[in-house]
């Protein structure tokens, strides 16, 4: 197993809509394109994309960014990405993993990566996607080949998560919005997966947006129950007595956990940029952990 926790920094940067809606050569893709050389040469060890983010457009961008970016910034090292399944025909099997590594690659102008994920492998089941021919005996042909140094899974479905780290194929997990102030059900898949030492990454600490926003937001990209409008509630009553911004704490939430060893969060632009960095500089008064605790104790959370 490889043990890319060692070479993760606490904040990996998220780019699921980075390029959206760009056209190549256009002055709205070199605007982006020097968005991603500020998150490239920002300190923070990874960038995390996909496939299928963005239509392509992600990866081409980064791709462009990495060519601008001066040395030091080779994707071997700075870029991890996931394969995803075919757009046209919806397979997602070996050959199909072998076809999305290409396309990625060759929108990042690299030949290698540290770190590729299974990606929201919905169009088969576990069985499948572990049997002959099936999307992870792609993945291992990968690595084995050395052009991939660690393989991962990220989606989305828990129980279907833990179905695959028990396989004790996977180096690193990735998961969303299941480890948040508001849910924290990824919790034993976390421990599973740092129980065979592998990597684990948590996306979306915000839970889609409500940590930040507030009750005008979605909630894990839906319309909030009134239950969870309630649990935000209490949240930003805590906060607010505490004298500290709730987005800090939701964040502060992941990056102090044992279980975790770097945060994904969502950035497009150097100004996201910023305010991530000063989310992360905030010092969260450390009384508040264990009146959370015992918040979420009450949710049974």
Known sequence: MTRIATTVSPLTLGTSGLGRGTVPGSPEEA????????????????VDTSNNYSDGRSEAVIGLALREADAGTDAATHVITKVD???????FDRDRVL???EESTARLGVDRLPLLHLHDPYAVSVSEAMGPNGAVEGLR????????????IATYPVDEMREYVATGVFDAVLSHNCFTLLDQSATPLFRAAQERGMTVFNAAPFASGILVKGATSTYTYREPSPEILARLAQLEELCRA????LAAVALHFSLRSPLVDSTVVGVKTTSRLAALDQLAAVEVPGEIWPELDALQQGWGA
Request: no cysteine.
């Open 99 to 101: 076809r999305s590594f």
């Open 242 to 245: 505490h004298g500290v911004e």
């Open 141 to 152: 042909e990968l690595h084995d080949a050395g052009v991939v140094d660690a393989i991962g």
């Open 85 to 91: 399944v075919d757009p046209v025909t919806g397979a």
């Open 31 to 46: 605007e982006v394109v020097a968005d991603a050389v500020a998150l490239l040469r920002s300190g923070h060890a990874y």
